[in-house]
């Protein structure tokens, strides 16, 4: 079956600190996988798309590596900010299945930043 | 602004009342979906279309019909709403299904079916 996992299920830094949101999935044979921000009472906003072939992505603050082989991707956030604190939603794009593009998700890290 | 808009936001209905969910894109895409998001359940799928009137079950269809009439609306429909229906709501698009492209997620829609 496939799945997305995500460690920790919630996380509480102090600003500034640098941080790591991991993401696991079940099958290597992946399209892409796409980490996203969820804020209450808004939609998911999309922060990196990573292909298949590649191994990171970089947006400002943001990296996101991506380890196909042992199934795990990392999302790293440089210097936090409380702007920062949202849920963090990990979506993987399997290969094969019945329903064509479908995104898989884990369960999503809760992160919150205090000043 | 590329945007894939939802409506209504929130919708507070009773059972067996018909209800639709609008969601229009601006981007010329060709793949939409439907998913729900239930506490501890995560988001599931719930329909998709590869493109106009070509649209399929994903993985919790019951009780939900879509139809892909234009390329850039694609309606959730509810014909008869149960309280297990209750749940937040969000349509998608891509470019394509194939797995190359960015999904864009709408705002979402918050429904409660009493």
């Known amino acids: 079956k496939q799945e997305v996992t995500q460690i920790p299920a919630a996380l509480s830094v102090p600003e500034g600190e640098n941080l790591v949101l991991n993401c696991s999935f079940t099958d290597s044979a992946i399209y892409n996988l796409q980490w996203f921000r969820q804020d209450p009472g808004k939609g998911l906003t999309s922060l990196l798309l990573?292909?298949?072939?590649?191994r990171e992505q970089t947006s400002g603050r943001l990296n996101a590596s991506l380890d196909k082989s042992s199934g795990r991707s990392t999302l790293y956030i440089a210097a936090s900010q409380p702007g920062d604190s949202a849920t963090y939603l990990c979506a993987v794009h399997f290969e094969g299945g019945t329903s064509y593009g479908k995104l898989t998700f884990g369960q999503g890290t809760i992160l919150t930043v205090h000043p | 602004e590329a945007q894939v808009t939802q409506n209504p936001r929130y919708l507070i209905t009773v059972t067996g009342k018909k209800l639709t969910v609008t969601c229009s894109q601006n981007m010329n895409h060709e793949y939409m979906s439907w998913y729900r998001q239930d506490p501890g359940l995560g988001l599931r799928q719930i329909y998709y279309?590869?493109?106009?009137?070509?649209?399929d079950k994903g993985d919790v269809p019951e009780g939900y019909k879509v139809s892909r009439k234009e390329k850039r609306n694609f309606p959730l429909i509810l014909e008869s709403p149960s309280p297990n229906q209750t749940s937040l709501y969000f349509c998608a698009s891509s470019l394509r299904a194939s797995g190359n492209g960015i999904q864009y997620f709408g705002a979402g829609t918050r429904l409660s079916v009493l």
């Open positions: 279309s590869m493109n106009v009137e070509v649209t």
């Open positions: 990573i292909q298949s072939s590649q």
